[in-house]
């Protein structure tokens, strides 16, 4: 079974940076895209940023980017989130996920992603 681990979350201040690792356990990690979300309570899940089997191609929400950066190291089934210039409305739980190549579509959509970790909670203070 695929398992998808997140960590790196925590406390960051505004203007910090964190940086989140994803470590995808079982499955060939480098045929799929991968993507991250976020959710705050009360919200629907939102997609962050996503980057193709190979890196080359990522995209990203207009609310990060340029402060965001999307990377993968295939040789280590992980991906990782950097996030400089934290702002408090960055503040969420962050989820990556998994998206099924059966599935037509952009990687912005959530519905494209049928397989996701716990989630980590990232807090970012003014």
């Known amino acids: 079974q695929v398992q998808l681990v997140e960590s790196g979350g925590g406390l960051g201040q505004a203007g910090g940076s964190l940086r989140l690792s994803c470590i995808v356990s079982?499955?060939?990690?480098?045929?799929?895209?991968m993507g991250w979300f976020r959710q705050t309570p009360g919200k629907a899940r939102e997609f962050v940023t996503a980057?193709?089997?190979?890196?080359?191609?990522?995209d990203y929400a207009n609310s990060v980017k340029g402060r965001f950066t999307i990377s993968r190291d295939n040789a280590k089934n992980t991906v990782y989130l950097q996030m400089n210039g934290l702002k408090p409305e960055d503040t969420a739980v962050y989820f990556c996920a998994r998206m099924n190549p059966r599935l037509p579509g952009s990687p912005f959509s959530r519905a494209l992603y049928d397989i996701w970790g716990q989630g980590t909670q990232v807090t970012v203070s003014s």
């Open positions: 980057i193709g089997e190979s890196g080359d191609r990522t």
């Open positions: 079982r499955g060939t990690f480098s045929s799929y895209t």
